[in-house]
């Protein structure tokens, strides 16, 4: 990781979770970061956090609807301003609802699709443009991806949620041959988590807390430090090797 050292990189979703994780973790490894979210006083305590125990690196909060282009372009803009552009952007934020399709709502399929695909490829989309004007040939671009991006489990809560991952794949494996077409090093990699202790069950279920608190006794999920984990192994890897998916799952983990 000592050639990121004094790197700038974006983290979606910086507030709490796993967002909050990597961005502790690379802040503590030299890093300089731009956590956003729209929660932006979570983010500045984490900020304070990391300052407070020495880390190298800097969290530096945003405010921002990723629901909302205009947002993601005018964060864009400051952090070109301020920190020049992004070497590394990981594209963590991401939600479900449990919204069927046979039942479901038009307003939680939207809002999934906004977050989950849109905002990732917009934040994709800018993130490469920083790095082509400043010339930054060695950048990466991280996508959190889920097990749920690979297979479709019989779970109907998860069934929109999990086509929304399927299109992360797709993203995923669609820029690294963008990247390869454009003689870019640029490197595209996709970490998809089993199940973590975040709050996404208690947003799944955010009028049903007992179904939330029963998923965790299903079997030991992952922490959000082992994705974290992940992503440093993939960002330590020598520059010519691209590693272009990482699937972890708890051991016990049936689907």
Request: charged share 20%.
């Amino acid at each position: 990781m000592e050639r990121w050292r004094g790197r700038v990189a974006l983290v979606t979703g910086a507030s709490v979770g796993i967002g909050a994780a990597i961005s502790r973790e690379l802040v503590r490894l030299g890093m300089k970061v731009m956590g956003c979210a729209r929660d932006v006083e979570k983010i500045q305590k984490l900020a304070a956090e990391c300052q407070s125990a020495g880390f190298s690196g800097v969290l530096v909060p945003f405010k921002c609807d990723l629901t909302k282009e205009e947002e993601i372009l005018s964060m864009f803009a400051a952090i070109k301003a301020q920190h020049q552009g992004v070497d590394v952007c990981i594209n963590n934020a991401g939600l479900g609802h449990a919204d069927h399709l046979l039942s479901g709502r038009t307003s939680g399929w939207r809002n999934m699709l906004d977050v989950n695909v849109l905002a990732l490829t917009i934040c994709t989309r800018e993130t490469y443009q920083s790095m082509k004007e400043r010339n930054v040939d060695d950048g990466h671009i991280i996508h959190l991806n889920s097990v749920c991006g690979h297979r479709v489990v019989a779970f109907p809560d998860l069934n929109f949620y999990t086509a929304t991952k399927h299109a992360v794949t797709a993203l995923t494996e669609g820029l690294r041959q963008e990247l390869r077409l454009a003689k870019s090093h640029i490197r595209a990699t996709s970490i998809s988590p089993g199940l973590v202790v975040t709050d996404f069950p208690s947003r799944l279920y955010v009028n049903e807390p007992q179904k939330a608190e029963d998923l965790y006794n299903l079997y030991t999920p992952l922490a959000a430090q082992d994705v974290a984990d992940a992503v440093t192994y993939v960002l330590s890897a020598p520059p010519h090797v691209q590693i272009g998916e990482v699937l972890i799952q708890p051991v016990e983990e049936f689907w």
